[in-house]
């Protein structure tokens, strides 16, 4: 699976923030992980840049998103 988002909105004055892009992208993952068995499969990140940046945000939402 690829993701892809507009890096331009990212920094700019734009409504889409970096927050937005990784709560977009964690939703499009629980999206497409659907049965018990998909849900407990690792998942390998490649990401460059901002999309890292993204990733760390991501891993950061899932984590709280679990404790609570």
């Given at each position: 699976?690829?993701?892809?988002?507009?890096s331009r909105t990212a920094f700019s004055k734009a409504v889409t923030d970096i927050n937005d892009e990784a709560a977009m992208l964690l939703d499009r993952l629980d999206g497409e992980r659907q049965s018990k068995d998909q849900?407990?499969?690792?998942?390998?990140?490649v990401s460059h840049s901002l999309g890292g940046i993204i990733v760390k945000k991501v891993r950061a939402l899932s984590t709280m998103a679990i404790q609570y």
């Amino acid at each position: 699976m690829s993701y892809g988002y507009n890096s331009r909105t990212a920094f700019s004055k734009a409504v889409t923030d970096i927050n937005d892009e990784a709560a977009m992208l964690l939703d499009r993952l629980d999206g497409e992980r659907q049965s018990k068995d998909q849900k407990a499969r690792p998942i390998i990140f490649v990401s460059h840049s901002l999309g890292g940046i993204i990733v760390k945000k991501v891993r950061a939402l899932s984590t709280m998103a679990i404790q609570y």
